[in-house]
């Protein structure tokens, strides 16, 4: 199935939708089943609205807001952590820790790095 149109609320082919769902509306879309030869009109809706933390920021979205700023992710080192070393990948995790797939390895904080006991697992 292909989406070939996403609309956003108020645009025309959404109107009725504007007045059923009102403000829990977040858009429109157009989807095309080329099998079966048929074409749906969904929608998205907002059911729940709640406070929200993010999470640390991946290392590779990280990197990209520092490379368009002009300068480069602080203090952070890789570490080199088996895949069967779960309990070693929480313990990075818990200190703010994440794993990059670009660098293959995590990334954390030097200070957080040592603090957590994992200094002779830091690599170049």
Not at 88 to 100: T, Y
């Amino acid at each position: 199935m292909k989406i070939r149109t996403v609309l956003k609320p108020g645009k025309h082919g959404t109107k009725s939708l504007v007045k059923e769902f009102g403000q829990q509306l977040v858009c429109v879309r157009y989807r095309y089943d080329y099998i079966k030869k048929k074409k749906y009109k969904t929608v998205e809706l907002i059911i729940n609205e709640e406070d929200w933390q993010p999470p640390v920021a991946h290392p590779d979205e990280e990197r990209a807001k520092q490379v368009e700023k002009g300068y480069s992710i602080e203090n952070k080192v890789k570490l080199r952590i088996a895949l069967d070393e779960q309990h070693l990948q929480r313990k990075v995790k818990i200190h703010g820790g994440i794993w990059s797939k670009k660098d293959q390895a995590w990334l954390i904080n030097e200070s957080a790095a040592r603090k957590a006991g994992l200094s002779s697992r830091i690599v170049d």
